[in-house]
């Protein structure tokens, strides 16, 4: 079973560009959450897609978007990119019906804004 | 709205010892409770979960919590602390599965613990 994995692991850019960030979702998952982890503090819910329509968003601007595809992998997309927009981005996998909520976590992809 | 408060930022023990980290949430539904372990450079890795059933929850490489509704707690224990255990432990809430609706995790700031020999 192929668990949650994330590309690029690292990534550096200047305030103003994009950035397009990408998960592959474990292997009968079809839903999938992206976190926000900045240095120090527990991650933060951006938003969850699930069929690939948005199901439920957190507290971030429009300016991060994402989309999910046929086979559940997804892509998060930040415009106008900020210096506070430095983090680990984190992507999670779940399956919608199985009852417990459990997420399971890829390693991370890490943003640097210069 | 759910919250989560994690007392402690950072937790020194030595080895051998008793592992307390302590969680305290905030939920207007039933909550479905969650302890993460991370380690440096690393994602998150599920230790244990509550969802129904049996308060006290057994978790992997020895790890256990128990679920008090009345506290609204849900502190992560471990008898005897071993060095790898040092690492970031964060504990989430989310809301009881009901459906497909959106059932973000919220986590704490998170506990560091550390492993004195």
């Known amino acids: 079973e192929t668990g949650v994995t994330q590309s690029p692991t690292h990534l550096i850019k200047t305030r103003g560009q994009q950035v397009t960030l990408r998960c592959s979702s474990q292997?009968?998952?079809?839903?999938v959450s992206w976190y926000q982890q900045a240095l120090g503090q527990g991650p933060q819910f951006i938003f969850q897609?699930?069929?690939?329509?948005?199901?439920g968003r957190g507290n971030f601007p429009p300016r991060f978007s994402g989309l999910q595809f046929p086979n559940y992998s997804s892509e998060l997309n930040v415009n106008a990119l900020e210096l506070d927009d430095s983090a680990l981005y984190l992507c999670?996998?779940?399956?919608?019906?199985?009852?417990?909520?459990?997420?399971?976590f890829g390693p991370g992809t890490r943003l640097t804004v210069l | 709205a759910q919250s989560v408060t994690q007392l402690g930022s950072h937790v020194s023990v030595s080895e051998g010892a008793l592992v307390l980290l302590r969680c305290n949430y905030s939920?207007?539904?039933?909550?479905?409770l969650f302890w993460y372990v991370q380690y440096p450079n690393q994602g998150l890795q599920l230790l244990l979960k509550?969802?129904?059933?049996?308060?006290l929850v057994k978790g992997i490489n020895g790890f256990e919590a128990e679920f008090k509704k009345s506290e609204t707690s849900f502190h992560l224990t471990k008898p005897s602390a071993h060095m790898s255990d040092a690492a970031e432990y964060f504990c989430?809430?989310?809301?009881?599965?009901?459906?497909?609706?959106?059932?973000?995790?919220?986590f704490g700031k998170g506990t560091k613990l550390s492993v004195i020999p």
């Open positions: 999670a996998s779940s399956r919608a019906g199985a009852g417990s909520n459990e997420q399971f």
């Open positions: 292997s009968g998952h079809n839903t």
């Open positions: 897609y699930y069929r690939e329509e948005e199901n």
């Open positions: 939920s207007s539904v039933p909550p479905y």
């Open positions: 509550y969802t129904t059933g049996a308060t």
């Open positions: 989430a809430v989310s809301p009881a599965y009901s459906g497909a609706g959106s059932y973000q995790l919220t």
